[in-house]
């Protein structure tokens, strides 16, 4: 084995090939994970133990170090690495809302209205510089957003903590019922450092003896190519069998395609275009989880200004979208159609009031150029005028190289030709995209959606809670939705303290959802986890989804606490 510092040279000379375009391939110094041959043959070392994770994304190089958990334009939120670092109080099951892992919380539990939650902090954890970690760090946690000295973006609306001994119980102005996980996620620090911090919102964490928290991995190394973290020998879950972690930013999907079809890249979230041949079929160990989150890829429109100021094109769009056209090519299989009328997708069908029960979206195309004429639109089917005689075109906006959706790109302008619209396939880079979405000079954009459960998909189309009227940006609801009836009823949803007073706010969302087509959900946006099964076993599997693959997800923990060498 290479010495600690041959090793670091070589894996960061190696990962700035990659960034720079050059397609070659990464390697950390320590006994390899296997590479891949054609046919699916295994030539690596197994069972060693000693091997290295190579978790990658295809993001390019960050320029900017900061550690800091609450941020997500990070160094530690863009790799992922924050997730093993911090802990939270406890984590919620991705595939599964009512399943509740408790972590630094033993023991977590709400009261009635979900306005109080009372935790048990973990006995026998230590910081990584080896304090002990105690109640007061999680009530001085929460205390900064109380403060002001952390920014409460999350709208968490804490009050102040009653501390019982190693217990304490949280109080928040209302109800958490639609934010349950946001608040058992928070990530708890150590109030010994961060009561020193001048500005918490800010700080990148740089500093000597600053980067610590409770996590099973601990900061080794950081630079623009990679970052190295090595196993906490003193984490409370016990010996953990991976013993390192690199996080490595590719170039783009087709760089990390080739980096994990090699085994050069162990682990990644990513959609793979035509995965089979890339990367499922190259090595027999190679692995896919996708796991159904309450998300879906959703197609915003810029209801500011035409076309899309008028609900009747709204309306058309909807029965001319071929969903399963987005699931089925674009996608890949790697999806679910959503095409209830409610824009709820298969694992929220619960929420549908009875009113659309079974009611769904078909591509019909007639219908569509029905809802047109009776709009008084004319030239459908040939070349769209609006109304007032002006030609309907539009642009869709998508970051070039996010392959998917790209691909949904052209499958839109060709479905709408059927109309008669014209569409232009727009694909700036992430920063004029990003600027594009916020400050709504777009015309439609591609993008998935935030928040949990109904509620949280509802909220990210057509909240205007999102929206900072000083600054003319919108974090979610690009589209700039804006009915008040709407935000009381979502006001409502998330502050009910009876399954009644709940249904009355869903109804009156739904109604508005379906009559004025605010947004048009096309897919289930699921995690995906890419990983490969040569060094090491206990991954998470369709059969036992304990978590996520998704190693940007806060359930890693528990995936590196469960695998094991391979023997």
């Known amino acids: 084995m290479k010495s600690p510092k041959k090793a670091a040279a070589a894996f960061a000379t190696a990962a700035a090939l990659l960034l720079a375009g050059c397609g070659g391939a990464a390697t950390d110094g320590t006994p390899t994970t296997g590479s891949a041959t054609p046919g699916g043959t295994d030539t690596g070392t197994k069972g060693t133990g000693t091997v290295a994770l190579t978790i990658a994304k295809p993001d ?76 007061a760090d999680i009530v001085g946690t929460f205390d900064m957003y109380l403060s002001g000295r952390l920014t409460d973006s999350a709208a968490l609306n804490y009050l102040g903590a009653e501390v019982n001994g190693t217990s304490a119980t949280l109080k928040f102005k209302d109800s958490k019922f639609v934010k349950r996980a946001s608040v058992l996620h928070v ?95 190259v090595d027999k160990a190679n692995r896919q989880l996708i796991t159904p989150t309450a998300g879906a890829g959703t197609l915003f429109l810029n209801m500011t200004r035409k076309p899309f100021n008028n609900p009747a094109l709204r309306q058309a769009l909807a029965w001319t979208v071929d969903r399963s056209g987005y699931v089925d090519v674009a996608r890949e299989g790697a999806s679910a159609v959503v095409d209830s009328v409610t824009g709820l997708g298969p694992s929220l069908q619960k929420d549908v009031i009875g009113e659309f029960a079974g009611q769904v979206y078909t591509v019909d195309v007639e219908k569509a150029k029905t809802i047109l004429t009776d709009a008084g639109y004319t030239g459908v089917g040939t070349a769209l005028v609006d109304p007032d005689g002006e030609k309907v075109t539009f642009s869709v906006s998508v970051p070039a190289g996010w392959s998917d959706w790209n691909t949904e790109q052209a499958l839109l302008a060709e479905e709408l030709k059927q109309l008669g619209i014209e569409v232009t396939i727009d694909q700036p880079d992430w920063g004029g995209w990003d600027e594009a979405r916020q400050k709504a000079t777009f015309d439609a954009i591609i993008h998935w959606l935030d928040g949990e459960g109904a509620w949280g998909v509802y909220d990210s189309m057509m909240g205007t809670r999102w929206i900072d009227t000083k600054k003319d940006t919108a974090q979610f609801n690009f589209g700039r939705y804006n009915n008040p009836a709407v935000d009381e009823a979502l006001a409502a949803y998330a502050t009910a303290d009876n399954d009644d007073a709940r249904l009355a706010a869903m109804t009156t969302i739904q109604q508005a959802f379906v009559k004025d087509v605010p947004a048009i959900p096309l897919g289930a946006h699921p995690l995906i986890g890419l990983f490969n099964e040569r060094a090491y076993t206990g991954w998470p599997t369709t059969d036992n989804m304990y978590a996520s693959a998704d190693p940007t997800q806060a359930e890693i923990t528990m995936v590196l606490q469960n695998l094991k060498p391979v023997s």
């Open 60 to 135: 390019g190089a960050i320029t900017t170090e900061s550690h800091n958990p609450f941020l997500g334009d990070t160094s530690a939120s863009k790799y992922g690495y924050r997730q093993v670092m911090f802990e939270t109080m406890a984590l919620v099951n991705t595939a599964d809302s009512t399943v509740v892992t408790p972590r630094l919380a033993s023991k977590v539990e709400w009261n009635a209205d979900y306005t109080a939650l009372t935790v048990t902090a973990r006995d026998g954890v230590k910081w990584h510089d080896g304090k002990p970690f105690t109640i």
């Open 187 to 281: 990530p708890i620090v150590p109030k010994h450092v961060w009561d020193n911090l001048a500005d918490p919102s800010t700080a990148p964490l740089t500093g000597e003896g600053e980067a610590v928290g409770t996590g099973p991995y601990t900061l080794e190394s950081w630079t623009t190519q990679a970052v190295t973290l090595k196993a906490n020998p003193d984490w409370w879950g016990g010996a953990l069998a991976v013993p390192e972690l690199h996080y490595v930013s590719y170039g783009d999907n087709a760089a990390l395609t080739t980096a994990l079809a090699t085994g050069d890249a162990d682990w990644a979230q990513a959609f793979l275009p035509q995965i089979q041949a890339s990367f499922l079929g």
